[in-house]
């Protein structure tokens, strides 16, 4: 018997796992200096869903129909043929606005929201999900996935989505109108969906600047008169009115799951808009932290390895087994 | 070593076997259809429930199955307990069509899988990728699989130059078999830790998310050895082997041991067991989960019972339930994605992953009568 050899070949695998871990442990990644990204203030958004038109055409995206009934695009939640979309929602009970009674209700706009630190990059693993170190725009290339679809298991926002009912489908999610052939960004151009919306509810920016206009926001009061910029925070179109709502206190994106590049202003608790309660740790650090500190460099698995060729070594010496 | 294990003298082609055939038959068409028609047309996949029951059962309950192979490499040629020699072969044997079929699922499920390749590109690899350390795991590891088994196949065939290359470079094919699926199993656990809320939180620990998967996939290797040996010694009245298996039976202990102090503190320390009696389907599952976990652990303490076949083959079932539960409940009933999605395999998806099991049983049936896979009868 050579239990003690067994228990020195373990504790040494023990030891360099444990040395392995503390070298690795990762925080949530920064923001990079020059990141884009949208402010959507629901307080403003009529629900006219002109980014959702704009959008799909930019797309090349089929409207989706219901049969039987007047064809225009009925879509609902965000799918491989809608990237984009409008919902409605009780602003007092999050529920479904149908069931609207007392008249607080409140648009939401959902896409990707181009997290700072994204679960989707962080699981894909061909690097078919890439986020630009510049722009920090999450980007995806089909070219490159595999279909397994761990990044739709991974976005705490239920954003990519793979098209089930093709042959050879694909994973497909907003890319802020920066991917191969529109390529609207790298242009100078603002995303589409922010350069139709007639309200300003919907703008484009730089996301240090977007925060730094979510804050002056919030400092509103219903009521009070205030100057909006339209589809974009540089712009020179802007229009005065009135604060429709009081805002709540909250900047969505600023700081949950590690920040996203799509932050939202409302007057309602945003997460009865559809989006979760988040913590501000990003899941990937976790992830990443877990994973590094079993495989850090593959010192630990390596250090396990070597000790268990010794002991198959030693029990299989002579051919055979003696017994 | 060749001479410890035999053929069995039975006919191939028997009834059972011609209904497992026909099974498979059906698979066949199913595969055909998914790969005309796109995964929406055979399974009821959605946009919330990415994974179903091709993920959930074939790769990740599947591969748990399948690791008998590995638990007794670990017990003879690491742990040096050369008595269980003979119960090696018909567990790699297992293992092997567990691991393959899985990969293969896990092929058949991908969208993409014309770009499979990619995996193994170096400069497309994403080293923090739980999915990455998973699939290249998994296909080096069948690899060695098919290397451990291949003695069987050498002895009969009688190939000793190709016998003595594998022999001299055994002890490190046994070393990666003991490595590489202790890496994967622990890190299918550590998959769900990326998904965050999305998971329930009785089945979502943060750190001990590996550690759980690991154990649960060492005692379900346990539990498969005892299965298959009991299996095949009642169903071709072969003597007993209870004699070897008892001695598995106190290693499992140990892990249940270990596993419900670690997990009951864990949901002790994050405050979450109450979750466990609110009386709704998650915390109901876990209570059967629990349940079966126990089941084994109250047999096995006592050393009259675990010396009884049969009380031994009940404790095994039920962990290997409790182990399969337990996968099924982290992966897809304590799955809560929002925004009303529902999911419920549908008749094609579940036929597939019969369809599998039916490739197992066949596969196994007919080699263990074409190679010396089954221990010799006198000396067991
Ligand atoms: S919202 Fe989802 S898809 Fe978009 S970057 Fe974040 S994790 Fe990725
Ligand atoms: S589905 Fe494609 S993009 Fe998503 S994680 Fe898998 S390989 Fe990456
Ligand atoms: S940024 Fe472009 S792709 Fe994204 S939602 Fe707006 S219009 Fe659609």
Redesign the interface.
Known sequence: MKRRDFLKAAGTGALIATSAGTASARDNLPVSEEAVGMLYDATLCIGCRACVVKCKEINEMPPELVEGAEQWDMAEELSADTLTIIQAYNGATGGNAARLEDGTFSFSKRQCMHCVDAGCVSVCPVKAMKKDPKTGIVSHDPDACIGCRYCVMACPYNVPKYEYDEAFGQIQKCQLCNQKGVERIDQGQITGCTEVCPTGANIFGTRKELLAEAKRRLQLKKGDTYRYQLSSIDSPHTYETQVKADYQQHIFGEKEGGGTQVLVLAGTPITNLGLPELPERSYAANSETVQHTLYGGMIAPAGILAGLIYLARRNTKGGDHDE | ?SNQYQRLDHKIVTLPFVFLCLLIGITALILVER???????V?N????Y??GVWVVYDVIIGTGFATGGWALAMV?????K??Y?PLVRPALLASLFGYSLGAFS?FV????????Y??F?PW??????????V?LCVTAYTIILVLEFAPAFLDRFKAPRLKELL?RW???I???G??LPA?HQ??LG??L??????VDPLWQS??L??LFALITAIAMGFSIVIFEASLVTAGYRRPSETHLLKGLGKIIVYLLVGYFVLRFGDLLLRGELGRAFAGDLRGNMFLIETLLFLTPLVILLSPKRRSSGAQLMIAAVSLLLAGALFRANAFMIAWH???GYVYFPSTKELLLSIGFIAIELAGYLAIVKWLPVLPKVEHA
Do not use: C
């Open positions: 070593m790969f005309v028609f796109g995964l929406g047309a399974t996949l959605n946009d919330g990415p994974w003879v040629y690491i742990a040096n050369g008595k020699h896990a499920d991908m969208g993409r899988y014309w770009q499979a990619n995996m590109l497309q690899m994403n080293f923090n990728s739980v999915m990455l350390e699939g022999d055994l002890f490190v046994l070393g990666l003991v490595l890496m622990s890190s550590s998959m830790i990326a998904a965050g809320h999305k943060v750190s998310q590996p994605p929002g925004g």
